[in-house]
């Protein structure tokens, strides 16, 4: 099976909205990229289309971030959601995403990517927690990892991690 990866448009919003009710057990990581798009802190969203039939069967997204080292303010990224709809798992898709999102941003100047995840999975890509250690973040832990774009962060102390807005909203949900 061989998919695409292609910038969504707005022609794709449904099928962005099916894949993310499809993957998740409650709504709330659907409205949050429509939030996102709405607060124009969405930067970047990505789809996957199965080639043959040019079935949806993934998205990515990126959103913007506030993220100080030192007195600087650095361009960051968070990568969240990432859904794959169960027939199109295990077979590359996800990987595909996360690496086009990476070439993305890298090639847009954004020197961090965050990612509230699975070390297991995201560290293949270069993410670790040590990278993003020492961020004020209120998702601080093991799970938040960051990833360097650029190589060579400023140097100083670590401030601010804030993810968009639109986030707050995914921990008032049930």
Do not use: N, W
Not at 59 to 86: C, D, K, N, Q, T
Not at 134 to 148: H, I, K, R, T, V
Not at 149 to 174: I, K, N, V
């Amino acid at each position: 099976m061989t998919t695409t990866i292609q910038r969504a448009a707005p022609r794709d919003a449904h099928d962005i909205d099916a894949i993310l009710r499809a993957c998740f057990p409650r709504p709330a990581e659907a409205m949050l990229v429509k939030q996102l798009a709405i607060d124009g802190d969405l930067v970047l969203a990505l789809i996957a289309r199965d080639e043959a039939s040019g079935a949806a069967a993934g998205i990515v997204a990126l959103s913007r971030m506030h993220v100080a080292i030192g007195p600087e303010s650095v361009p960051a990224v968070a990568l969240a959601p990432l859904a794959v709809l169960p027939a199109y798992r295990q077979t590359g898709v996800a990987e595909a995403l996360v690496r086009a999102a990476i070439d993305e941003m890298t090639r847009a100047g954004a020197l961090l990517m965050f990612v509230l995840g699975e070390p297991g999975f995201y560290g293949r890509f270069g993410f670790s927690a040590a990278t993003a250690e020492g961020f004020d973040s209120p998702y601080a832990g093991q799970y938040l990892l960051a990833l360097e774009l650029q190589g060579g962060l400023p140097c100083g102390a670590r401030g601010l991690a804030d993810h968009a807005p639109a986030f707050a909203a995914l921990g008032e949900s049930d």
